[in-house]
T-cell receptor
Framework: ETGVTQSPTHLIKTRGQQVTLRCSSQ?????VSWYQQALGQGPQFIFQ???????GRGNFPPRFSGLQFPNYSSELNVNALELDDSALYLC???????????FGPGTRLTVT | AQSVTQLGSHVSVSEGALVLLRCNYS??????LFWYVQYPNQGLQLLLK??????LVKGINGFEAEFKKSETSFHLTKPSAHMSDAAEYFC????????????FGQGTRLTINP
């Protein structure tokens, strides 16, 4: 157990809809990253938040957005869902100055 | 830009045999290297990491990896495979210690034959 939790575990949405995924970081961790893992592939970096500000972004369109809250919990929002958005979404938290990111169990999103 | 190539999407070994999972990386700056394991329907668990210092890194569950700069490699080994080692393994690189994005390889699925 890493202390990082994500909700929901599974989610089914229809193309064009919007979705919000949630992550609760490990206690004391002020940085969170989100990754998308398509079936049979390695995770891809979406973006990172540090102290409630976006701190780096991967090659994902603006319809992927995020928030980090004062308690360091985080949300990933995806608008105008596409079939290719179907994937496992992972969040990872860490504290500045340590060398390890702690991953949550992920949210499996299916877009039909 | 950084990248990771894992040679072999699927590796199968017998229980008790040597496990060798190959990882080559590309990085324009000194890399930080990681191996993660993923069991079915679960997130990623860190096996081991190389940041600085000793190039032979020991991790959990009897795994180890050696950073070879001249070969741009970070292969993962375990002397004797156990049935519980069956999982997906990912090699990853980052530019800075944990701070920047992790760039992952495609993964290697390890199967253990009884």
């Amino acid at each position: 157990e890493t202390g990082v939790t994500q909700s929901p575990t599974h989610l089914i949405k229809t193309r064009g809809q919007q979705v919000t995924l949630r992550c609760s970081s490990q206690s004391g961790h002020n940085t969170v990253s989100w990754y998308q893992q398509a079936l049979g592939q390695g995770p891809q970096f979406i973006f990172q938040y540090y102290r409630e500000e976006e701190n780096g972004r991967g090659n994902f369109p603006p319809r992927f957005s995020g928030l980090q809250f004062p308690n360091y919990s985080s949300e990933l929002n995806v608008n105008a869902l596409e079939l290719d958005d179907s994937a496992l979404y992972l969040c990872a938290s860490y504290k500045q100055g340590i060398d390890e990111q702690y991953f949550g169990p992920g949210t499996r999103l299916t877009v039909t | 830009a950084q990248s990771v190539t894992q040679l072999g999407s699927h590796v199968s070994v017998s229980e008790g045999a040597l496990v060798l999972l190959r990882c080559n990386y590309s990085s324009s700056v000194p890399p930080y290297l990681f191996w993660y394991v993923q069991y079915p329907n679960q997130g990623l668990q860190l096996l081991l990491k190389y940041t600085t210092g000793a190039t032979l890194v020991k991790g959990i569950n009897g795994f180890e990896a050696e950073f070879k700069k001249s070969e741009t490699s970070f292969h993962l080994t375990k002397p004797s495979a156990h049935m519980s080692d069956a999982a997906e393994y990912f090699c990853a690189v980052s530019e800075r210690s944990g701070a920047q994005k992790l760039v992952f390889g495609q993964g290697t699925r390890l199967t253990i034959n009884p």
